[in-house]
């Protein structure tokens, strides 16, 4: 395994630690102490891709938990290896429709980008990233629902 840090994850956790750190939501002091680091620049510094300090699964467990449960190192992780995160608990407490009018919403969207993109015939590398996008929101959508209303997959 190369000594680097993945410029991709370290871009997502430094995007949900400086996005998450205000007053009106978490500081950095409090995401530091949260994930078990001495102290607010330690938070900053697991986010820099020059740093030697590794993101670990638990320091994207505790920034997860402790930014109110903002997927995006999760979705980066996932993206990287082909598959999709599912936060299952936003849609524990909520009726079965809430989550069937989301993955209505999220595959329509998919399909209708895709029929935008392949206008020409041709798919873009631009048209490429939003069809994934895309692709992973429905398909978590879908997931969720299931797993709302008891279905195995």
């Known amino acids: 395994m190369s000594s680097t840090k993945n410029?991709?994850?370290s871009r997502a956790v430094r995007a949900v630690i400086c996005e998450n750190a205000n007053p009106y939501r978490y500081n950095a002091k409090t995401i530091a102490a949260?994930?078990?680091?001495?102290d607010e620049y330690a938070a900053y510094e697991?986010?820099?891709?020059?740093?030697?300090?590794?993101?670990?699964a638990e320091d994207v467990i505790s920034l997860f938990l402790c930014s109110g449960r903002d997927p995006r190192v999760f979705d980066e992780i996932c993206r990287q290896v082909?598959?999709?995160?599912?936060d299952?608990?936003?849609?524990n407490h909520a009726q079965a429709e809430v989550p069937l009018a989301t993955a209505m919403r999220e595959a329509?969207?998919?399909f209708a980008e895709a029929?935008?993109?392949?206008?020409?015939?041709?798919?873009t590398p631009l048209e490429r990233v939003h069809l994934e996008r895309e692709a992973r929101e429905a398909i978590a959508a879908v997931v969720a629902f299931c797993a709302r209303v008891g279905v195995a997959l």
């Open 108 to 110: 329509s969207e998919f």
């Open 82 to 86: 082909g598959a999709v995160f599912v």
């Open 46 to 56: 697991l986010a820099n891709p020059d740093s030697t300090r590794h993101v670990w």
């Open 88 to 91: 299952l608990d936003k849609f």
């Open 7 to 9: 410029p991709e994850i």
């Open 115 to 123: 029929a935008r993109d392949l206008e020409d015939g041709k798919i």
């Open 34 to 38: 949260a994930m078990g680091l001495r």
